[in-house]
């Protein structure tokens, strides 16, 4: 495959380390994309209003740290759980908590100014902050900057109902990277040629 290497693709697939918010951005639209294309995946809700949902996928960028990790809302239980592959006790998991304390806070704000509460019930009631959870026993980075492709690989595996621990593999991260690019880039390359319109006009277009 030819990849032209001012392109982010040849920037998504050869980078060892930083992926920036372009490659996030476009790694989620394939995770959202591949919901629609699977149908053993619709459990899952590409798009869809937090009133029709259970679980929300986040990828979330601590800038004082430069580093990605993934947060898992659970509508359910009205918990949050953070996959972080830099976890650690100490300054790293402070920050991680602190970053973390203003969306605990404002997330339930805005469901009660939004209703959500009236759907998606809250025992006890109240838009108290929600509890946070850094989850431990989870495979971690070895560098210092594939944090970033780390929190793609923990969204699909939750997606997929795959186990974290044995699936996102520090030493197939640049496989990862590759597979991935070879996948969009294909899916772009499709795209042009049939005239397709973006993900949010048509969601039947993967």
């Known amino acids: 495959m030819q990849v032209e ?10 980078l060892a380390v930083w992926l920036w918010d372009e490659h996030i951005d476009v ?28 679980t929300v996928l ?26 972080d592959s830099l976890e650690h006790e100490g ?11 203003g969306l605990s806070k404002f997330i339930p704000l805005v469901a009660e100014k939004n209703s959500l509460f009236e759907f998606k019930r809250r025992d006890p ?6 509890p946070v959870t850094i989850m431990k026993d989870i495979p ?12 793609i690989k923990y969204a699909e595996c939750l997606i997929e109902g795959r186990d974290v621990r ?20 294909a899916h772009a390359k499709r795209k042009l040629e049939q005239s397709y319109k973006s993900d949010e006009d048509d969601e039947t277009d993967f």
């Open 140 to 151: 971690k980075q070895a560098n210092g900057g594939d944090c970033g492709m780390f929190t």
């Open 166 to 185: 044995y699936w996102v593999i520090d030493a197939r991260m640049q496989l990862f990277k590759e597979w991935m690019t070879c996948y969009l880039w």
């Open 5 to 14: 290497k001012k392109s982010w693709y040849y920037e998504l697939a050869t």
């Open 58 to 83: 986040m990828p979330i960028h601590f800038e004082g740290l430069k580093h990605w990790a993934l947060v898992k809302l659970d509508l359910t239980n009205w918990t949050i759980e953070v996959y």
């Open 27 to 54: 790694a989620f639209y394939y995770l959202r994309n591949k919901i629609r294309q699977f149908p053993e995946l619709n459990q899952w809700k590409s798009g869809a209003s937090w009133f029709d949902v259970n």
């Open 125 to 130: 009631p109240g838009n108290y902050p929600i």
């Open 91 to 101: 300054p790293h998991n402070s920050k991680v908590r602190e970053g973390m304390e």
